[in-house]
């Protein structure tokens, strides 16, 4: 419950939580003292220091501004990318593509394109989206739109609605 884990976290006691989707898990830990993280020191891994590598995401921990004033704790953030070779072969293939195809077959491209739209990922699709556009005008085709990458992150409903329509009443 909440009450335990700010009970743990207050005596130095790390929290650990199981998270799984499909045949990939994973154990997450937070700081403080845990038997298992005394077991498993070895295979432990700092997301802070090395990323998550989840399906061609990259997902890791930064500092988040500055340290606060008289020494505090530094806030920390989420960061989710797409990780590097995953990015380097999408510009690879983009860049492929730029001077062979019409904007329309590019802007289909660029909205086939899988992963949702973090910060980090909009930077990233920027720079090859103006890789591409450089590679079109040096052949003296016009550039693909910056709408064609569709920045705008979609909301996912993560739990359904547990209230049952009205077609599965009348059933």
Avoid at 61 to 90: A, F, H, M, N
Wanted: hydrophobic letters at 30%; proline letters at 6%; charged letters at 35%.
């Amino acid at each position: 419950s909440q009450r335990e884990r700010a009970r743990r976290k207050e005596r130095g006691l790390a929290n650990m939580h199981y998270v799984r989707y499909q045949a990939w898990f994973i154990l997450l830990a937070s700081e403080g003292h845990h038997q298992f993280k005394q077991q498993e020191k070895k295979q432990i891994r700092d997301c802070r220091r090395i990323p998550i590598k989840f399906e061609g995401y990259s997902i890791s921990q930064r500092r988040c501004g500055i340290t606060p004033r008289g020494g505090g704790e530094p806030r920390w953030r989420s960061c989710v990318r797409i990780d590097k070779p995953t990015y380097k072969e999408l510009k690879a293939y983009m860049l492929g593509r730029a001077t062979h195809r019409s904007v329309d077959h590019l802007r289909r491209d660029f909205a086939c394109i899988p992963y949702d739209r973090y910060s980090p990922i909009r930077r990233q699709l920027l720079h090859i989206l103006r890789a591409v556009n450089d590679a079109r005008a040096r052949v003296g085709y016009e550039p693909v739109p910056h709408s064609a990458l569709q920045l705008r992150r979609t909301p996912i409903k993560v739990y359904k609605d547990d209230e049952p329509n009205a077609d599965e009443l009348a059933a």
